[in-house]
Structure formats: structure tokens, C-alpha cells
């Protein structure tokens, strides 16, 4: 679904990711960890189109997706739901659906994703600023969701998430992740292991580390590279 070769990405001048090479197969679920500042949000950026790469490959589908705009990749099947909240606090959680789904060819997928997320049919008419943190994530998942991405890029999706509502969540990702593809940036390390197929652990803008979960888990590198 998804390769990338020899990316570096950076801001202005100022390079933050050097030389990356990942792969996301569909359906499957791929972890990036990595401390603070590590570089996993500009990555996800730059495969969303947000930063344009130094240099390097980003292919969907085999496609060469670098010079799209980030339309033109959502419409090529890649859902992004970014670590900043990516919902309107003032606008109900309906209102947020709606907005979401004007985009949207083809037939209204709103009902898909409150069966989805059924906490969010109990809330349709509440100000989205009103949710707790783990319906908002709920929320910023649905809007993406909505476009029936081929392709799901989460940014910690369960930062500020109260702890009790955080499997519902992870679950959830898991259930996406046996139809399509999922990367996942995530600080519970251990929840991370757990739900993904294959991780990849970025430190300083590389990647330092990769194998299947069950390799990382036991890899004494890893702590080394997550220490703070
Ligand atoms: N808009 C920006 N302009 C310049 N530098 C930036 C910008 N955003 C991030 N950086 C820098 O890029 C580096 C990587 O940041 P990034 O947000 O990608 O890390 P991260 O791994 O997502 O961290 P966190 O776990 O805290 O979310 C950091 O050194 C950061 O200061
Ligand atoms: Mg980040």
C-alpha cells in the first residue's frame, strides 16, 4: 500500500528526517515510535502532503504520490487524523459529521461510523469542545474515517485519552487494521506492541530500529531509544 524510500523532510532549512525507508502493507497495522521531537509527526506530515520532501519516494499503490497535494492524496485513499485536535469545538458532533462528509462522493458513510463508534450517536447533538478527550479522538477518527481511506495515519490517537476508554479505542484501530492499512504514532509503548503487526523506532529523524512486534518488544535497543 504504502513505500517510501530515502525520505528527507525537513522546515525550511532546518532538516528534521534523514534518509527514512518504511513500508505499510494493506490490511496491517504499522507502530512508529519514538520520543518527543523524534520526528514522527513531521513524518506523517510529509506523507500527508503537508511538508514537501527534500528528496526521496513516497509511493502509494506503487504510484509516486510526492507533488500531490494533500487532496489529491486523500482522494487517492490516505485518511490522516493529525496529533492537534482535527475537529470544530463550536459545531456539534453532527454538524462536524456533515462537514466532514460534504466531501465525499458516493453514498453518506456517517451511519457507518456511528455504528462504529456508538458513544458518538449518543452525542450528536453536543458541541464537539464539550467531549471528553477520547470521544473527541472518536470524533477526529469518524471525520477520517468518512472518506473510506484505504490508507489510516494516526497521530496518537490516544493522547489525553482516559485510560478506561483507551482499549475501546485500540481496538477499534485493531478492527480497521484488518481491512486496510493503518500507521500508528503512538506513546503507550506497550498498547503499540500489542495491537501492531510491524514497528519502526525513529530517533533524532532515522529510523533506528524495525522488526515485528514481537522482535522490538524483546530488542534491549528499544528502551535506549525511548528514554527521555
Ligand atoms: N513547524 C516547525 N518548524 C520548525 N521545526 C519544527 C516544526 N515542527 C516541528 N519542528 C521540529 O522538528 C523536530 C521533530 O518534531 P516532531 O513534531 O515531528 O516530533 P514528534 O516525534 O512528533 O514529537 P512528539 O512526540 O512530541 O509529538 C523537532 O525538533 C521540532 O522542534
Ligand atoms: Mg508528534
Redesign the pocket.
Known amino acids: 500500500m504504502l513505500e517510501v524510500r530515502g525520505l528527507s523532510a525537513?522546515?525550511?532549512r532546518?532538516q528534521?528526517l534523514f534518509d527514512l525507508a518504511i513500508e505499510a502493507r494493506s490490511p496491517g497495522m504499522v507502530a512508529i515510535l519514538?520520543?518527543?521531537?523524534?520526528?514522527?509527526?513531521?513524518?506523517l506530515k510529509t506523507l500527508a502532503g503537508e511538508i514537501k520532501p527534500m528528496s526521496g519516494q513516497i509511493l502509494f499503490d506503487g504510484r509516486e504520490a510526492v507533488g500531490e497535494s494533500t487532496e489529491q492524496r486523500a482522494r487517492r485513499g490516505v485518511g490522516y487524523v493529525p496529533?492537534e485536535q482535527a475537529i470544530f469545538g463550536k459545531l456539534t458532533v453532527k454538524e462536524n459529521l456533515l462537514l466532514g462528509a460534504i466531501s465525499q462522493k458516493g453514498p453518506s458513510r456517517i451511519d457507518y461510523v456511528l455504528d462504529f463508534f456508538p458513544k458518538l450517536a449518543q452525542r450528536l447533538g453536543q458541541t464537539a469542545a464539550t467531549l471528553s478527550g477520547g470521544e473527541r479522538k472518536m470524533l477526529a477518527i469518524s471525520r477520517a474515517l468518512l472518506g473510506n481511506p484505504k490508507l489510516i495515519m494516526l497521530?496518537?490517537p490516544t493522547e489525553g485519552v482516559w485510560v478506561g476508554v483507551i482499549e475501546e479505542i485500540a481496538d477499534r484501530l485493531v478492527q480497521l487494521s484488518k481491512e486496510r492499512s493503518l500507521i500508528l504514532?503512538e506513546?503507550h509503548i506497550e498498547l503499540a506492541l500489542r495491537v501492531a503487526d510491524y514497528v519502526y523506532v525513529?530517533d533524532r529523524?532515522s529510523i533506528a530500529l524495525e522488526g515485528t512486534a514481537a522482535q522490538i518488544k524483546d530488542d534491549p535497543r528499544l528502551l535506549k531509544y525511548l528514554a527521555p
Open positions: 525537513g522546515y525550511g532546518s528534521v519514538g520520543r518527543n521531537g523524534a520526528g514522527k509527526t513531521t513524518l496529533q497521530d496518537e504514532v506513546q525513529m529523524g
